[in-house]
């Protein structure tokens, strides 16, 4: 499972940079060179070179070492208990796809916090998910009543809140101003409660334009897609994405906005904390249908968390590259959702949607993690 | 299928036990000298020990004794009529599970009654249940109205009740205080009406906080997990869970109740009516998603059904420790809920949800007391 992708780092070729970030990653180039994350013939010769591979992780190995062992005396919540902030009147299948598929890689509970209109629909796909109908949209708060509504929607939220091991939020939370404002104070609670945070889709909008909502939170992931990563990019670095050096800008991203976990998707993903940079590129299938983003962030919520506890007990025994939860969830969730993916088209090939990908998450972890 | 478990009893361990409670203590250990929970070679030595051990029941003669036979001539409601109280703005599986549970054991008939934003959702998981929209939560009624309303509900309620064989109270049914003011009442006229009741989830919640709505109602099951079981504990017997001592206190907290039947959930179930401590601990599966309880609260209501006709019948033929319907009807469906189970997760592993456990109700029934 193991070999390095030849992504390196010219800062240079970011044009817009200012020259603060530019004399930032001088100082990260130099510091990098003891990193895990350069190959072993670089170190060796203890060159300066701005060259920074990613590691291509060995997924299967993290998911069997912080996966929990099934033991019959524990009880209800122990394995896992997720909260989705997502759900409006235009969009129900993403949150949907993110709690399910928590529940179906071994979570005891999953919740979902949407708007009304989008929770009776929510419920009705499952009877296993608890639905919250709590979050609100301009089109039904008057001007004189949003101060009290935001507030009665943080009040629902925050008295369940640290009963959550991880929050998702954004699938399917769509970009209304007021929501927006209310998830600002979700995210913001959820930061002060020490609650691990999943964001994707529309939370990644909300976080662009204010990276103070993350900014230094190490309990906090990003999964941007290409779109999402080039405005997170110009937001953060104010530069263009920069494919050649992709994995130091990664890098350099991360360490900007605090070292921040960031799972950046596409054909392989990459990981990083601003420590190292991980890639998972085993093939998942060539389908990009709609969804396949809820599943991985349901997942890396599930897995982190389960990271987090494992860490906990084993004094981080992974090693020090590998000693964030984040950055092992990121990877297991990637892993997982590639190997599902590539079961599901094996099977159903062009007609592959996301609900056939959820459907091959149980068989795909117990090939890597027998349950027995 | 028969074997002790090895719990004894220590009154003096339950530190913050009253006077009166340790006096009620000695006065049961004594008592308890030529229960049939004791072991035979204690009998036979007539030691006054306070150990007070669990017997595996035999669960699958119980079942083959009291489920009834498929008869042709039979009609419509004679298999058992059951009704669930739950489903609220929140919680919309709980009820779904516990009502479809009862019919896929084998019960003619199974009502919801709930909120009027849960039916839908619910009628909707299948139109194989019957569900009414009569409950109200607090947010919906205004003040002025409060007293009006529930008199509505407990009549709409009421006009069903004596038509069931049991009714399950709690899935899903949330905490709104109207609510549970409405529930209060409904659960004083299932007494005076004789229905036998089974209470779990928040239902149990409303039990801890009013114990006389059940104290010395033979016909009264609760069903607590390790949360609801250690608040039930402290409020009724005003001490800390005593593990050790574990069957003992069960014992007593029942006989505190007024012999009302427990069944303790967890790695064994443990089940007494003050009389006896029963233990079923087949092994059912590692999995702890929600939602299994709702399963085991539905099958004991239609089991308890079952087993007083039976014994109406059979005039109690099963032996005087076994002559309590209530607690043959948990001793049934905690047993088929574990068969059942460990098919789902022999099949899906850690993807197992509650959905699935559910499809191997009647595989699991067949196979100990076989349709024809």
Known sequence: MSGSIPFSCHPENCMLASAAVLRRNLFLIKCLDGFSCRSHSQRMQGTQSAAVPAVEADAEKIIQMITPALDPIRYKGQAGKIAVIGGCREYTGAPYFAAISALKIGADL???????????????????LIVHPVLEESYS????????????????????????????????????????????????????????????????????????????????????????????????????????????????????????TILRKGKSDFISDGEAVHCVSTFGSPRRCGGQGDILSGS?????????????????????????????????????????AAFAFQDKKRA???????????????????AD
């Open 110 to 128: 999953s919740h979902i916090f949407c708007t009304k209109d989008a929770a009776t629909v929510i419920k009705s796909y499952s009877p296993e």
């Open 141 to 260: 708060v008057r001007d004189d009543e949003k101060a009290s509504v935001s507030a009665k929607v943080l009040s629902e939220v925050g008295k369940w809140m640290e009963r959550f091991d991880c929050i998702v939020v954004g699938p399917g939370l769509g970009r209304d101003p007021f929501l927006m404002d209310c998830v600002k104070d979700i995210v913001k609670h959820a930061r002060q409660a020490s609650i691990p945070i999943v964001i994707d889709g529309d939370g990644l909008f909300l976080i662009t334009n204010n990276l103070d909502l993350v900014s230094g939170n190490s309990l906090a992931v990003l999964t941007p897609n290409i779109n999402e990563y080039k405005r997170l990019v110009e937001k953060a670095l104010g530069c263009e994405v920069n494919e050649k050096d992709g994995s130091y800008q990664l890098q350099l991203l991360s360490t900007k906005i605090g070292g921040v």
């Open 300 to 340: 890396v919520a599930v897995f982190s968390s389960w990271a987090r506890h494992h860490l906990l007990i084993a004094n981080g025994t992974i090693g020090k590259s590998l000693s964030n939860p984040m950055v092992l969830g990121c990877i297991a969730g990637s892993a997982l959702l590639r190997r599902a």
């Open 352 to 370: 592959m949607l996301t609900t056939d990908i959820i459907e091959y998450l149980g068989k795909s972890l117990e090939e890597i993690c027998p």
